[in-house]
């Protein structure tokens, strides 16, 4: 099997995770960083300042897109329109404006996209969607998601436009949980928002909670906040992360069915054999997986992608559907109104 050339573009904190994954791998090597103004030049690898250049004079197989985020519709283009794939960090775009051009483009070109959603590639979360899928749960009825934790003093202090309207959980965190509730349960089609900067008092929210509406009709619940001294978050009770404290015994979201429910990530499953009623115990059981990082397979299933051996497990349609939820969160909480995650209405 031919070595796959992946390149990388954006040499900052995320890059660098991508490039270590790169270097664990027998079947791709790294052959390029791109970035006008890397904090360290001494990458290993040639640098180039703009991603043109690197894709003309490199040719790589694939291309990893960890620039800021408002970069990520002009980089993927550029890979696109190249004919190279793409791996597009989350969010995938700004605006869903520009999610769905994006989308138009790799639609024309037929080149593979890949959305860097990389919670999807957890073992947990694919071991939730097959027992969802098999009917364990049965049709479901309600979810419930929490994202809290306490983000310290220095992450406002060496950012100062975290305190400022888009710098708050709601832009920040809460893309990755609505994509994994949406993995879990379906399309969510309208939420009710109120956010709160009570806390902290900076001129963005530091506590959000939200109403959800699904295709499906489930309903769910969702809360997050930076300022919560709580381990109930997808990177504490995960583990997935070292750079996390972590809290293995608490779980973070909750999906329920007429016929069972499922705690993530700690994975309970609670089922009535016999007559379902709240008079009759529940059995219990816990169906963990081997974990696994989800990263790193998310690079091997990207390898995979390039080769033509899979299709993308999270699309640009689904980075669209998931960016579109979140913002119509931050639309309902300042209009205090709901709002649909159609995407023709955003």
């Not at 190249?82 to 051009?101: F, N, Q, Y």
């Not at 990389?118 to 969802?132: C, V």
């Not at 390039?306 to 979140?326: F, K």
Request: aromatic share 4%; charged share 20%; hydrophobic share 45%.
């Amino acid at each position: 099997m031919n070595e796959l050339r992946i390149a990388i573009a954006g040499a900052g904190q995320i890059g660098r995770v991508h490039q270590r994954h790169i270097a664990q791998r027998s079947d791709c090597r790294l052959v390029a960083f791109v970035d006008p103004a890397p904090a360290t030049r001494d990458l290993g690898v040639p640098l180039y300042a703009d991603l043109a250049t690197m894709l003309r004079e490199e040719r790589p197989d694939g291309v990893i897109l960890a620039t800021p985020n408002a970069l990520h519709v002009a980089g993927a283009v550029e890979c696109l329109q190249a004919g190279v794939p793409v791996l597009v960090e989350k969010p995938v775009a700004s605006t869903v404006e520009s999610a769905l051009e994006l989308l138009h483009v790799q639609q024309r070109t037929g080149v593979a996209a890949l959305v860097g959603h990389h919670r999807r590639h957890s073992a947990y979360l694919q071991s939730a969607r097959a027992l969802i899928a098999d009917g364990q749960l049965g049709r479901l009825v309600a979810v419930n998601g929490t994202t809290l934790f306490h983000k310290p003093d220095r992450y406002f202090t060496d950012g100062p436009w975290r305190t400022q309207p888009g710098g708050g959980p709601i832009l920040i965190n809460l893309v990755h949980d609505i994509d994994c509730l949406r993995a879990l349960a379906g399309d969510i089609v309208e939420v009710q928002a109120f956010a709160s900067n009570a806390r902290r008092g900076f001129a963005v929210e530091d506590t959000a909670a939200i109403a959800l509406r699904f295709a499906n009709g489930a309903l769910g619940t969702l809360i997050v906040s930076d300022s919560a001294a709580a381990p109930n978050s997808w990177e504490q009770t995960s583990g997935e992360d070292p750079a996390f404290a972590r809290y293995p015994g608490q779980g973070c979201y909750l999906v329920a069915g007429d016929r069972g429910t499922l705690v993530l990530p700690t994975m309970q499953l609670f089922s009535h054999a016999g007559e379902r009623s709240w008079n009759v115990a529940m059995d219990s059981s816990v169906v963990l997986p081997e974990p696994t990082d989800p990263l790193a397979s998310q690079l091997g299933h990207f390898c995979a992608i390039i080769r033509g051996q899979a299709e993308p497990l999270v699309t640009l349609a689904d980075g669209a559907l998931s960016l579109a939820a979140t913002l119509a969160v931050a639309e309902a909480a300042r209009s205090g109104r709901p709002v649909s995650c159609n995407l023709e209405s955003r």
